[in-house]
């Protein structure tokens, strides 16, 4: 099991601001497969995982980072500022 947070424009997409997921995947664009097989509005801000940061336990991460100890997985659009 593994909290799964949203923001921004993915929230907007899924609807949710966080949910708890059983999940078998072991990386992150594996967990990303699983999401995106379960709806459309999963399918849709899932679509161009290019457009995404991600984040494990709190620490930035790539999507083909290993799940092995998450207990949090945070997906976000890029961010800029100044």
């Known amino acids: ?6 923001f ?5 997409r899924i609807g949710l ?3 708890t997921v059983e999940t ?3 990386t992150v664009a594996e967990l ?3 999401l995106r097989a379960r709806e459309e509005r999963y399918a849709a801000a899932f679509a161009d995982i290019s457009a ?5 336990n709190q620490e930035l991460t790539d999507f083909d980072a290993s ?3 998450a207990r949090e997985v945070a997906f976000f659009p890029p ?3 100044g």
């Open 1 to 6: 099991m593994v909290d799964v947070l949203y």
């Open 8 to 12: 921004a424009w993915v929230r907007e």
């Open 17 to 19: 601001p966080r949910e």
């Open 24 to 26: 078998s995947a072991a």
């Open 32 to 34: 990303v497969e699983e």
């Open 52 to 56: 995404l940061r991600v984040a494990i």
């Open 67 to 69: 799940l092995d100890g």
């Open 79 to 81: 961010m800029t500022g």
